[in-house]
T-cell receptor, first 113, second 111 residues
Framework: NAGVMQNPRHLVRRRGQEARLRCSPM?????VYWYRQLPEEGLKFMVY????????ESGMPKERFSAEFPKEGPSILRIQQVVRGDSAAYFC???????????FGPGTRLTVT | GESVGLHLPTLSVQEGDNSIINCAYS??????FIWYKQESGKGPQFIID?????DKRQGQRVTVLLNKTVKHLSLQIAATQPGDSAVYFC??????????FGTGTSLTVIP
C-alpha cells in the first residue's frame, strides 16, 4: 500500500518561471492538504481540497498560487512567476476524511534561483 | 528533560532517559490532536493522536497527555534512543477542518 507520493522531490526554477508540484494521495483518500515549510520553521497550512473542490484556501497567497485536485489524477500545486521567497519545502498530506489522521508525503523542495 | 515548544525549541537528553516535549495549543474548540516526528529532509511522520474526550493515550514507548483546562499537550518518550532525534510537532484540529501546527521542538539524543 503506497503512501503519499510527491514529485518532483527537488525542483529548481529561475525567477519568473512556473513551478508545478504533484501529489498523489494514499489509496482511498479523497482529502488532500498542502503545507509550506521554511528552514527551521513549522508547517504552514496553504490549502485543503477534496476531489474537484477547494474546501479551505485561507493559507494560500492570493496571487500566483493555485491548487487543484481533479477527479482523476494527482493534486497539483501551481506557482506562477516564482520569486526567491517561494523557495521552501512543500508538503502534501492526505486523509480518509476531514479531521482525521493525515499522512504526509516526502515533500518537494523548491529552489528559486 | 522538559521543553515547551514555543519558548525552548531545543531539547537534549541522554540516551536511555525519558523525554517530555510540551505544546500549548490556542483554541479551546480544538478536538483532535496529533504528534508528528520529522527527521531531516523527510516529511512529518505520525506518532500518536488523541481526541479531546481523552486525557491520556499510550503507544509503543510514547504517551500523549492532554490537559484541556490549560490547553496543554505533552509527548513523553520512554527510554529515548538515538533514532528519536528529530523535530517534533504538535498539531491541533478544529471541527474536521485544517490542522494548525506548532513551531516544533528539536530533540537531540546524546549517546
Amino acid at each position: 500500500n503506497a503512501g503519499v507520493m510527491q514529485n518532483p522531490r527537488h525542483l529548481v526554477r529561475r525567477r519568473g518561471q512556473e513551478a508545478r508540484l504533484r501529489c498523489s494521495p494514499m489509496k482511498g483518500h479523497s482529502h488532500v492538504y498542502w503545507y509550506r515549510q521554511l528552514p527551521e520553521e513549522g508547517l504552514k497550512f496553504m490549502v485543503y481540497l477534496q476531489k474537484e473542490n477547494i474546501i479551505d484556501e485561507s493559507g494560500m497567497p492570493k496571487e500566483r498560487f493555485s491548487a487543484e485536485f481533479p477527479k482523476e489524477g494527482p493534486s497539483i500545486l501551481r506557482i506562477q512567476q516564482v520569486v526567491r521567497g517561494d523557495s521552501a519545502a512543500y508538503f502534501c498530506a492526505s486523509s480518509l476524511a476531514g479531521g482525521n489522521e493525515q499522512y504526509f508525503g516526502p515533500g518537494t523542495r523548491l529552489t528559486v534561483t | 528533560g522538559e521543553s515547551v515548544g514555543l519558548h525552548l525549541p531545543t531539547l537534549s537528553v541522554q540516551e536511555g532517559d525519558n523525554s517530555i516535549i510540551n505544546c500549548a495549543y490556542s483554541n479551546s474548540a480544538s478536538d483532535y490532536f496529533i504528534w508528528y516526528k520529522q527527521e531531516s529532509g523527510k516529511g512529518p511522520q505520525f506518532i500518536i493522536d488523541i481526541r479531546s474526550n481523552m486525557d491520556k493515550r499510550q503507544g509503543q514507548r510514547v504517551t500523549v497527555l492532554l490537559n484541556k483546562t490549560v490547553k496543554h499537550l505533552s509527548l513523553q518518550i520512554a527510554a529515548t534512543q538515538p533514532g528519536d532525534s528529530a523535530v517534533y510537532f504538535c498539531a491541533e484540529n478544529r471541527a474536521g477542518n485544517q490542522f494548525y501546527f506548532g513551531t516544533g521542538t528539536s530533540l537531540t539524543v546524546i549517546p
